[in-house]
């Protein structure tokens, strides 16, 4: 769907500021966002299926970096087969045998068990961090907030 509309829809005048917050946070750590680019959002079924084929090869951290990069810089529409298949070349897998599973339903019982999973942790959003089963950290955050997590959970585990 087009994802001015929707994110303007679900956020409203908020969506600005965040986009705004979230290409700050990125340059300053050497992430570009080109959210305009993206156009519409994409159903990640087949992105989180690469992902989960990458992650049987070994190259999960390429593709994850990959498809980030993919969409949140260049505007791909990482929902397309033949996009992903494209992208996971780069990676070093084939692109014929990525369109392959694509095509298939390989991976999607998978996939499917790890979204139920994220569920019913109330996961609604990415990023998201989940530290040691203990604590967990929704959305892109400062710095600040992660050691104040760490800092609670060492905090946490000396009183025991």
Do not use: C
């Amino acid at each position: 769907m087009d994802r001015k509309k929707y994110l303007e829809a679900k956020y409203g005048s908020r969506i600005k500021e965040a986009d705004r917050r979230l290409k700050s946070l990125g340059q300053s750590i050497g992430i570009e966002y080109n959210f305009e680019k993206a156009e519409r959002i994409p159903n990640t079924l087949k992105a989180h299926r690469l992902i989960w084929l990458a992650d049987q090869k070994g190259l999960q951290e390429k593709a994850v970096t990959g498809l980030f990069k993919a969409y949140f810089t260049e505007g791909v529409d990482i929902g397309d087969e033949h996009e992903l298949a494209r992208l996971a070349s780069q990676w070093g897998m084939k692109e014929s045998e990525t369109l392959q599973l694509l095509k298939s339903d390989k991976g999607v019982e998978e996939v499917r068990a790890l979204e139920e999973k994220a569920y019913n942790l109330e996961i609604t959003g990415v990023p998201f961090f989940i530290f040691n089963e203990k604590a967990a950290v929704s959305g892109a955050q400062e710095v600040e907030t992660f050691i104040d997590v760490l800092r609670q959970m060492s905090h946490d585990s000396k009183a025991r």
